[in-house]
């Protein structure tokens, strides 16, 4: 940890002296366009996006943190931390108790703002234990607003919940249930600025966009367009109007949903993994957050601030077509009312893990109860053990990965029931990748959370065991944007997931351009999305609070006369190998002893992990 902060400080200085320059800070913008694969962005697909990789700083070798989540990657962009600070581990997490606004769930899903502020709450006011970018820059008295897709814009400035300081917009935005506001309130200026904008003071929902479909009616075949209009139009009609007239530098945030919501729910591709998520409707909601984007930047030029505004773009992660498929799975036998005979259903870990375990299945998501069998958890999700307020095993279900708990009982750690749970996930086919808390100590076949920067200082209860699932290519030329893994989910075979640890999900789109970036410069080194944190921190002259030492690093190659670090090639494996022989692989890059994570699995079974050259790993 030491070399990372001491390396770090170097590189702060050194990027200082390029911000010596520039007295005044000037505004920065972050876009992120959920989900967008970095290698789909083309003049073509989405020409906003290209001309501003093109002209700005392209990052070719951009990573999202896994597990490649959108809430976990949010509290990395919004605090520059890694998830093992965070404690943001994926978007459904298990809290140790019952959330109230989540139907008194333990295992909520995140994206959220009551089921948010119960958590930070919990948590001792926040549950992510780190400062974020939006609170930093209020503190030096910049304007500050997150607008966009429920959850993650949220994250940003989650712990104050007045909306008096920052401008937080998204889906709930205006929307109540028992007569008390779900989101966060509008100031009165805001209100304003919205009403002089001709702008309603509630979001519209996803209509059409947000309808999934089942296995015999296909989801949406319709981008998130009428929804991110509104947002887009509060960003350039009221805020960014707003924020001219201060006159003070801003910090603004615009999280589009597109394309990640529309690439899960499409339904171009029913039962099918070709075309999968490229289709027409995937391609629409490519070319919405594009024109999102572009909106911004006309707005910018109108309103005279595009030479002071830096825009950065990240998303928070790939994307990949979901599989159904096993040859293994005991839940995969059963059959159940929509899901297809001899496809994996949903909660098919929790369901396995019961059968292996001998133990029952309860469902968080219906008050704890029983799971009958040929039925599944209604959200997939799993309490395992013969009491149900005291599980033995918890599975927070989440996609192309998934969370297994082992709740403390007593001081010790349940190291046999970790072997045992592991030793029943190497059996299956849809397996590839697991890594298990250091507490429980080495595991054969497996490689400890902290290799993969998820353990450090969290405040929420640290998964026992992380499992990544089975991905690989369908034929389309590219591999990485045909991307195809086992999820575990409620959406269907065909439709869009992400959560994978194979390379397809880790290369989020990553560019930006403005005064302080370097011009047409293509950057070859890795970065994350922790790096975004950092980088913006240090643009802004921001000084977010730490508790945590699992920070990423400025981007000062990207910065005018900043250094240019090197990166080296690196690859983690299991100690020891499972009995049949099996071990886990991390394929990483490393810049000033910060890891950047490509792909892992086991070899042969993820998508972007070399399978020849990690068979012959030896350690
Ligand atoms: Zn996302």
């Known amino acids: 940890m030491r070399r990372i902060i001491a390396v770090l400080s170097i590189s702060l200085a050194a990027s200082s002296a390029a911000l010596a320059q520039n007295n005044t800070p000037r505004n920065l913008i972050l876009f992120v366009p959920d989900g967008l694969r970095a290698l789909k962005v083309t003049p073509e697909t989405a020409p906003a996006l290209a001309a501003l990789r093109d002209k700005g700083v392209n990052f070719k070798n951009p990573h999202s943190?896994?597990?490649?989540?959108?809430?976990?990657?949010?509290?990395?962009?919004?605090?520059?931390?890694?998830?093992?600070?965070?404690?943001?581990?994926s978007n459904t997490i298990f809290t140790g108790y019952s959330v109230g606004p989540a139907s008194s769930s333990m295992t909520p899903f995140l994206e959220n703002d009551p089921?948010?502020?119960?958590?930070?709450?919990?948590?001792?006011?926040?549950?992510?234990?780190?400062?974020?970018i939006l609170l930093a820059a209020r503190k030096e008295g910049y304007s500050t607003a997150a607008v966009g897709k429920l959850g993650p814009t949220l994250m940003f400035d989650h712990t104050d919940?007045?909306?008096?300081?920052?401008?937080?917009?998204?889906?709930?935005?205006?929307?109540?249930?028992?007569?008390?506001?779900?989101?966060?309130?509008?100031?009165?200026a805001t209100k304003a600025a919205l009403t002089a904008a001709q702008l309603p003071l509630a979001a519209p929902s996803r209509g059409e966009n947000g309808k999934a479909g089942d296995s015999e009616k296909p989801g949406t075949t319709v981008a998130n367009v009428?929804?991110?209009?509104?947002?887009?139009?509060?960003v350039t009609k009221a805020i960014l109007p707003m924020f001219k007239a201060r006159n003070k530098p801003f910090v603004l945030v615009l999280w589009s949903r597109d394309p990640d919501g529309t690439q899960h729910n499409q339904g171009d591709s029913l039962g099918s993994v070709t075309p999968g998520i490229n289709g027409p409707t995937s391609l629409a909601a490519i070319k919405n957050a594009d024109d999102n984007?572009?909106?911004?930047?006309?707005?910018?030029?109108?309103?005279?601030?595009?030479?002071?505004?830096?825009?950065?773009?990240?998303?928070?992660?790939?994307?990949?077509?979901?599989?159904?498929?096993?040859?293994?799975?005991?839940?995969?036998?059963?059959?159940?009312?929509?899901?297809?005979?001899?496809?994996?259903?949903?909660?098919?870990?929790?369901?396995?893990?019961?059968?292996?375990?001998n133990l029952p299945l309860f469902d968080p998501d219906s008050k704890n109860a029983p799971v009958a069998d040929g039925t599944y958890p209604r959200l997939a999700n799993g309490l395992i053990g013969k009491d149900a307020s005291a599980p033995d095993v918890v599975v927070a279900a989440n996609g192309g990965s998934d969370l297994v708990y082992i709740p403390k009982k007593g001081k010790k750690v349940d190291k046999d029931l970790a072997r045992k749970v592991v030793s029943a996930l190497i059996q299956q086919d849809y397996v590839s990748g697991i890594f298990v808390h250091d507490s429980f100590g080495l595991i054969p076949g497996t490689l400890p959370m902290s290799a993969?920067?998820?353990?450090?200082?969290?405040?929420?209860?640290?998964?026992?065991?992380?499992?990544?699932?089975?991905?690989?290519?369908?034929?389309?030329?590219?591999?990485?944007?045909?991307?195809?893994?086992?999820?575990?989910?409620?959406?269907?075979?065909?439709?869009?997931?992400?959560?994978?640890f194979s390379r397809a999900d880790t290369m989020n789109f990553m560019a930006a351009i403005g005064p302080d970036f370097k011009t047409e410069y293509v950057n070859q080194l890795p970065v994350s999305n922790a790096d975004i944190g950092m980088t913006i921190s240090q643009i802004m002259g921001l000084k977010p609070t730490s508790t945590g030492g699992l920070v990423g690093?400025?981007?000062?190659?990207?910065?005018?006369?900043?250094?240019?670090?090197?990166?080296?090639?690196?690859?983690?494996?299991?100690?020891?190998?499972?009995?049949?022989?099996?071990?886990?692989?991390?394929?990483?890059?490393?810049?000033?002893?910060?890891?950047?994570?490509?792909?892992?699995?086991?070899?042969?079974?993820?998508?972007?992990?070399?399978?020849?050259?990690?068979?012959?790993?030896?350690?």
């Open 226 to 234: 009428d929804q991110q209009k509104y947002f887009t139009d509060a």
């Open 115 to 132: 089921v948010l502020g119960d958590v930070d709450d919990h948590f001792g006011h926040n549950y992510v234990n780190e400062e974020t």
């Open 161 to 188: 919940r007045t909306g008096a300081k920052t401008i937080i917009i998204d889906d709930q935005t205006g929307a109540e249930k028992d007569g008390k506001l779900l989101g966060i309130p509008l100031s009165d």
């Open 553 to 619: 690093r400025v981007i000062s190659e990207a910065l005018p006369n900043g250094i240019t670090p090197k990166a080296t090639a690196g690859r983690l494996v299991s100690k020891k190998p499972a009995e049949d022989g099996t071990r886990t692989v991390v394929q990483f890059q490393n810049v000033q002893g910060q890891r950047y994570f490509d792909a892992a699995g086991f070899p042969g079974r993820t998508l972007g992990l070399d399978a020849t050259e990690t068979a012959n790993a030896k350690k």
């Open 293 to 357: 984007l572009a909106q911004v930047q006309q707005a910018l030029k109108d309103l005279g601030l595009e030479a002071t505004t830096n825009i950065v773009v990240a998303a928070d992660h790939g994307f990949s077509t979901i599989s159904k498929e096993t040859s293994t799975s005991p839940a995969a036998k059963a059959e159940y009312k929509g899901v297809p005979k001899g496809q994996l259903p949903p909660g098919f870990v929790a369901i396995d893990l019961s059968k292996a375990l």
């Open 65 to 89: 943190l896994f597990p490649t989540f959108t809430m976990p990657n949010s509290s990395a962009m919004s605090t520059g931390h890694h998830l093992g600070d965070t404690g943001v581990f």
């Open 452 to 500: 993969i920067n998820l353990k450090g200082n969290s405040v929420t209860p640290a998964p026992s065991i992380v499992v990544n699932f089975r991905s690989y290519a369908t034929d389309c030329g590219e591999p990485l944007l045909c991307g195809v893994e086992v999820a575990d989910t409620r959406l269907q075979q065909g439709q869009g997931m992400h959560g994978n």
